[in-house]
């Protein structure tokens, strides 16, 4: 995956279009995959930052496999930290990804000890309703605000936040304004944001104005394919692409905004669980050359 750094385009006759429009080259994650885990973050290889992945996709739509995957792949690739914050009681999904859960800072700190610097943080409860939105808040802040505040000048952050079923963790006050934050000042110290939803619509707009990368999976109605499609660009030219989607691949569209770049991909390959190694390898130790 290639992503130019060339100067910008002339713009469009006509607003309602993209002027570079074309429309996207399908290509399996097998393939895609190795790529954008070299491309993630590094737009500009002479300087490379972090940057926010927003993913989108109703219920059973593969967001978890997706993106379970990329950061199986990142992991290995970049031997760059992450944290999966997860909160369901149930989710198959998460287990298959193979890192550490924790449910606490004091696991997920003595987990980087041992070397484990992917990891799952999972805290469950047995309360509901009100109660149990208040125990999630606590939780989800309390290792937010823990690890931002680990950040200095000389030991910047080189850490993914991934916030699954973000829909939920913005209905928590305290935990929104976290992932705002996160979202809006984060790169800087080194954090890279990724937000997973069901819908585009509701939730802080942030997350689409301060993501370069976009995933989105095919959506149920019209309704929502004319508000996701306008994530890619003009909704006259990608609604058409999101219609196309397959659902029974779970083919999804993933773009660069800074460079355009796009494509319709699918996971080809099943999710299993695989634990990062503590080393860094190389791309030819991924692809299993040599």
């Known amino acids: 995956m290639t992503v130019p750094t060339g100067t910008p385009r002339a713009p469009a006759a006509d607003w309602r279009i993209d002027a570079d429009f074309a429309w996207p080259e399908k290509v399996p994650w097998s393939e895609l995959g190795p790529q954008f ?13 972090p940057e926010n992945l927003e993913v989108f996709g109703q219920n059973g739509s593969g967001k978890s496999h997706a993106v379970g995957k990329i950061y199986q792949e990142r992991a290995f690739v970049q031997q760059r930290p992450s944290i999966i914050f997860a909160h369901k009681p149930i989710d ?24 484990h610097i992917n990891q799952i943080y999972w805290p469950r409860t047995r309360l509901m309703g009100a109660p149990r939105k208040a125990w999630y808040d606590r939780m ?47 790169r800087a110290p080194g954090f890279s944001t990724a937000i997973l939803k069901q819908r585009v619509q509701g939730g802080t707009r942030l997350t689409s104005s301060e993501a ?41 569209i993933l773009k660069h905004s800074r460079s355009g770049v796009a494509y319709i991909s699918w996971m080809d390959q099943p999710l299993v669980p695989m634990v990062p190694p503590r ?8 692809l299993g050359i040599g």
């Open 140 to 186: 989800m802040t309390d290792v937010l605000d823990r690890l931002w505040a680990s950040v200095t000048e000389k030991t910047p952050a080189d850490t993914d936040i991934v916030i699954d079923d973000a829909a939920y963790a913005e209905k928590l006050p305290e935990t929104r304004e976290r992932i705002e934050q996160y979202l809006r000042e984060g």
């Open 37 to 49: 885990a070299l491309a993630f973050g590094h737009a500009d290889p002479a300087d490379p930052q």
């Open 212 to 252: 370069q990368w976009t995933l989105g999976f095919r959506p149920k109605d019209d309704d929502d394919c004319e508000r996701w499609s306008q994530m890619f660009g003009s909704k006259r030219q990608w609604m058409p692409v999101l219609r196309s989607l397959d659902w029974n691949k779970r083919e999804f």
């Open 92 to 115: 198959k999904t998460m287990q298959k990804i193979g890192f550490p859960i924790a449910t606490s800072w004091d696991e997920l700190t003595k987990n980087a000890r041992d070397g």
């Open 279 to 286: 080393k860094r390898h190389t791309m030819r130790d991924w």
